[in-house]
């Protein structure tokens, strides 16, 4: 049962207890000195003390003692306003103080009233210890939240029903150029080339309209987005939608994948080209043996009839024809061996990648009157698949200087060097730009990249007009391969 102050008619008390004591926030009343006349059930049950020990009491009985003198002097300058009532702490946390020693948050707010026996006041106050704690685990978990977003390394943005951004992660800053201060509230459209921006709004409403959770944006197509400096580049999507007491919220995760649909485009720009190298070598083989093979064993068979018919009636013209036809398949050997060489030499399985790249630089200096020198690592040996992609690239650039370069000396250089096996073949020739145009026929460069690539390793060329040409391919080999 809450107790009074006389200052109340005797005739009100009991009216006036049940109200206070129905209430379910706490009510104390203190005098001019600030000791407690009136304390409801609902301050015994948020305080824990009983009205019987709290009453007569200082006020301060129920503060932390370290907000006594500041609390007297609150009350104090509050007197002196003459204001009716005030929410206590401003902005402020006020506390409490319970029975055992807890100290607890609480909203207050505190009226004055001008009696005969003097100045009442009135603490109206809820325990918001739960209320506050819950909103400090939000805060906790909208700052994880946030630190977990600005560490995703896709873009993830969020829109409201009328589609401004309302969140925008670093990795979105990252990729569209925007900072967040930039965007935040802004039209999401502000992130799309200005052709998209009708359809992906329908796009949006239509998604909304269906229900369905979340899906990736696109269907399949690539879809586009537009940076701060206007460019435009492709990028990956899916998109959720999430209702909320505020209206429909839509989430969109990206990523941009500019280096991968680059990729994809070389990849099927090098798959073509690989594939016109492939017919290219095929035709020349095909030539190769028509023209040598094939007309030699066409002589050869001519030559063998006339034999066999005129063996018995002329032998000496029989004779020196046996002679023409064996120094003819001499010279069909050797074009059969030099055809199988440029397929397969059987020197670098035979001997080594030394000896086989010194054949070639020798037969290339023989066929081609340029000079070609070499500078090969003492010891050096590799396993497959690396000692064919290394002989293959020297092959190759071999084949583009006596095709293109106009040079008169090629110099060939092959080491190894700190897990990889470096490659250079450097011509006197004329050059060209590596930037300009390849010409229809010349895919010599696409293979040779094509060889390193399959092994994780770089081709790079540098030339321009008039001071030759570097080809330099780097191959990173295992140990257990070298």
Known sequence: MASQSSSFPDNSAALLAGLLDSAMDAIITTDTEQNIILYNRAAEKIFGWPASEVMGQPITKLIPKRFHRSHAEHVRRFGATGVTSRRMGGSAVVYGVRASGEEFRVDASISQLDTPQGKLYTVILRDVTERVNSEEQQARMAAR???????????????????????????????????????????????????????????????????????????????????????????????????????????????????????????????????????????????????????????????????????????????????????????????????????????????????????????????????????????????????????????????????????????????????EVVLAVQDNGDGFEPGAPRKPNSLGLVGLRERAQLLKGILQVASAPGQGTRVEARIPVLEQAA
């Open 145 to 419: 939240l946030s630190g977990l977003l600005d560490s995703a390394m896709d873009g993830i943005i969020t829109v409201d029903a009328a589609q401004h951004i309302v969140l925008y992660n670093r990795a979105a800053e990252k990729i569209f150029g925007w900072p967040a201060a930039a965007v935040l509230g802004q039209p999401m459209s502000r992130l799309l080339p200005e052709r998209f921006r009708t359809s992906h709004a329908e796009h949006v409403r239509q998604f909304g309209a269906t229900g369905v959770t979340s899906r990736r944006m696109g269907d399949g197509t690539v879809i586009y987005g537009r940076r701060a400096g206007g460019e435009e580049f492709p990028l990956d999507a899916s998109i959720s939608q999430l209702d909320t007491p505020e209206g429909k919220l839509y989430t969109v995760i990206l990523r941009d994948v500019t280096e991968r649909v680059r990729a994809q485009e070389d990849l099927a720009a090098f798959a073509a080209e690989a594939s016109a190298i492939r017919e290219q070598e095929k035709s020349r083989i095909a030539r190769e043996l028509h023209d040598e093979l094939a007309q030699s064993l066409t002589a050869l068979k001519m030559e063998t009839s006339w034999v066999r018919d005129n063996f018995a009636r002329a032998p000496e013209v029989a004779s020196s024809k046996l002679a023409e036809m064996l120094g003819l398949l001499d010279g069909t050997v050797a074009a059969t061996r030099r055809i199988a060489a440029d397929l397969r030499p059987l020197l670098l399985d035979d001997l080594g990648l030394v000896p086989a790249i010194e054949w070639l630089a020798q037969n290339f200096a023989v066929r081609t009157g340029i000079s070609c020198g070499l500078s090969l690592q003492d010891g050096l040996e590799l396993d497959e698949p690396y000692a064919t992609a290394v002989f293959r690239i020297v092959q190759e650039s071999l084949a583009n200087v006596a095709k293109h370069a106009g040079a008169t000396q090629v110099e060939v250089s092959v080491a190894r060097h700190a897990g």
